[in-house]
């Protein structure tokens, strides 16, 4: 793909595919409308945090990353690590083969701090949960002074609200749209930036949950929405084949023409590109 391209992924924590039609959220609904999704995207087993946010990274599932439940700070076992000290992540390699490129990220929960310390030139934590615009206002002002090419943002909602009102509530819809809104204003911000139209957004999820709590199989907990929207993405698209959420990375290592490492199992989901791109 043109090295023009740029990519922002959006995570909402514990936002689950079974939601996205009931839910307030007109620019999820309109990227997927405009672009590639997939409702049945998986998460990797077991359905929680830390296992699931570093598989979306590091391109491989725990046991080969070896980060096994939802706190997991350091590995649990021996595994491959790079240069950095880590198992290898879609920043790290885009460092080392595209040390051109600008990459950030922007994290709510302190555990991503194990994403990649030192590859990224840009991380920042930001403060409290996501109830305030002004943390989206802080990422879209980064995207239009800095103009990244690979720009990562973690909310950490809606978890805390499915654990506390329940997930498929009244609340944890109300929340929903609420980070709809912010993930909104980080899209003004990429237009302002001038970078709107090679641009490819990712919107997607670490897990879903169930009830009051998550880390089973079921669909609810199991199933994330996917979506990609934006520069040579095809339109009004389902995707046909079965994706998971280690495939993420292998898929913007594809767009940036990175290769992934030995360790990685992640595949790219080339379907969603127009043809010729």
């Known amino acids: 793909?043109?090295?023009k391209t740029k990519v922002v992924l959006i995570g909402f924590d514990a936002w689950g595919a079974y939601s996205?039609?009931?839910a307030d959220m007109p620019l999820a609904k309109r990227m997927a409308k405009n672009g590639s999704s997939a409702m049945n995207a998986r998460c990797i087993r077991p359905s929680k945090s830390s296992c699931n946010w570093t598989s979306m990274v590091m391109g491989a599932n725990p046991d080969i990353h070896g980060y096994i439940?939802?706190?997991?700070?350091v590995p649990a076992f021996e595994t491959p690590v790079d240069h950095y000290g880590l198992f290898p992540?879609?920043?790290a390699l885009i460092k080392d083969q595209k040390p051109e490129l600008k990459t950030g990220y922007f994290y709510e929960w302190d555990l991503m701090r194990l994403f990649c310390p030192d590859a990224a030139a840009h991380k920042e934590l930001l403060p409290g949960l996501s109830y305030d615009s002004a943390q989206a206002e802080k990422i879209a002002d980064y995207i239009r002074k800095e103009k990244p090419d690979f720009t990562f943002v973690q909310f950490d909602e809606?978890?805390?609200c499915g654990h506390k009102a329940g997930h498929d509530t009244a609340p944890y819809y109300e929340l929903l749209s609420q980070l709809d809104s912010f993930a909104a204003i980080i899209e003004k911000?990429?237009?302002d930036s001038g970078d709107y139209d090679d641009t490819i957004f990712i919107l997607t999820s670490d897990h879903g949950g169930i009830e009051k709590d998550h880390g089973g199989d079921t669909p609810m907990e199991r199933n994330i929405p996917l979506i990609f929207c934006g520069k040579n993405i095809k339109t009004d698209y389902t995707i046909k084949s079965m994706v998971m959420i280690y495939d993420i990375p292998a898929t913007i290592a594809y767009i940036f023409g990175v290769?992934?490492?030995q360790p990685w199992i992640g595949r790219p989901v080339t379907e969603i590109f127009k043809l010729g791109t």
Do not use: E, Q
């Open 89 to 91: 992540t879609i920043f």
């Open 158 to 160: 809606p978890d805390h």
């Open 259 to 261: 290769r992934p490492p």
């Open 69 to 73: 439940d939802w706190d997991t700070a």
């Open 189 to 191: 911000g990429v237009k």
């Open 1 to 3: 793909m043109s090295n």
């Open 20 to 22: 996205l039609p009931k």
